[in-house]
């Protein structure tokens, strides 16, 4: 799967800021050797320093700082 990155939708997040994610938000994850993949976050660990995220159309993921992954939070359009 090819997901582009509007840069108006998400941000990129730097492993010091999954502390600010939660169940339920949406990102992007770029995982070393896979194409970018959409997923929603299922679990934030107390130090934040991995999370489950699942990908669509596929499992839960554990995704850990130090494996290599780029996250984008994605952020909801807004309403005019």
Request: aromatic share 12%; proline share 8%; with cysteine.
């Amino acid at each position: 799967m090819n997901v582009a990155f509007p840069v108006s939708q998400t941000r990129l997040l730097s492993y010091h800021n999954w502390i600010h994610l939660n169940p339920g938000d949406r990102v992007i994850v770029k995982r070393t050797g896979c194409a970018p993949e959409r997923g929603t976050v299922d679990d934030v660990g107390e130090d934040a320093s991995y999370f489950w995220v699942w990908i669509e159309g596929q499992s839960r993921t554990l995704i850990f700082h130090g494996d290599g992954s780029v996250i984008h939070k994605i952020f909801p359009e807004p309403h005019p």
